[in-house]
């Protein structure tokens, strides 16, 4: 049985990676340079700083990124607040599952605290988390794993007794080098023939996750 548990958030817990997508592909088609939903994948996962240095080794030097990204946060954060946050199937029933199991809980996010605890406000399962570790909290973005060592630390155990559930393939990365038992449920990446072996459990969706880590 395992002591904790450790969640990823955007396309995870939460829908919020196509939103996110919608507000790019917007944004990039008002100042007119192509973009598509397979140039927005290499991003996924990553902190602001390694997706601005991916844009500009795209784009150019000039890539306006961080008035970009400052727009886009505010188109967001705008369309969570008026329709709410979208919420993975199963979320509920795996945060409830494991509380009554006793098992310690932890955020590892690439996200802003800001924006981290935002989500989890709106979707009323801030209380759930024992920890939270943000992106601007860590000196090493995913697939480095000190977030998620980082996560274990503040839960005050070992990082093999806990699961980390992921839906990137830099996050099962930056688990798996942690040394968490790895738990994938693929969002918009699925998994690839490189991390396959990295993947203790693949589960289609936050249900059958409750189901193989609650049993």
């Known amino acids: 049985m395992i002591k904790g548990a450790v969640f990823d958030m955007d396309g995870l817990m ?12 917007r944004m990039m088609d008002e ?19 390694e997706v601005e240095l991916f ?21 967001y954060v705008r369309r969570v607040k008026q329709e709410g946050i979208p919420v993975k199937p199963g979320l509920y029933e795996i945060l409830e599952r494991l509380k009554a199991r006793g098992v310690k809980i932890a955020l590892a996010t690439s996200t802003s605290r800001h924006t981290a605890e935002l989500n989890l406000r709106l979707a009323k399962v801030l209380d759930y988390f024992d920890a939270l570790v943000c992106g601007e909290e860590v000196t090493n973005g995913k697939p480095h794993p000190e977030v998620f060592l980082t996560a274990a630390q503040k839960l005050g155990l070992a990082p093999g007794d806990c699961a980390a559930l992921e839906d990137s393939i830099n996050g099962v990365k930056s688990a798996y080098a942690a040394g968490m038992i790895t738990v994938m449920v693929p969002d918009l990446l699925p998994p690839t023939d490189e991390i396959k072996p990295m993947i203790t459990h693949l589960c289609g969706d936050l249900s059958e996750a409750a189901a193989l880590l609650c049993r």
């Open 14 to 25: 939460f829908d919020t990676e196509r939103l996110v997508y919608d507000n790019w592909q």
């Open 31 to 49: 100042i007119g340079l192509p973009y598509d939903i397979e140039v927005f994948k290499q991003t996924v996962g990553r902190r602001k700083k």
């Open 55 to 75: 844009y500009r080794a795209t784009y150019g030097n000039d890539f306006p990124y961080w008035e970009l990204a400052g727009k886009g946060r505010a188109m």
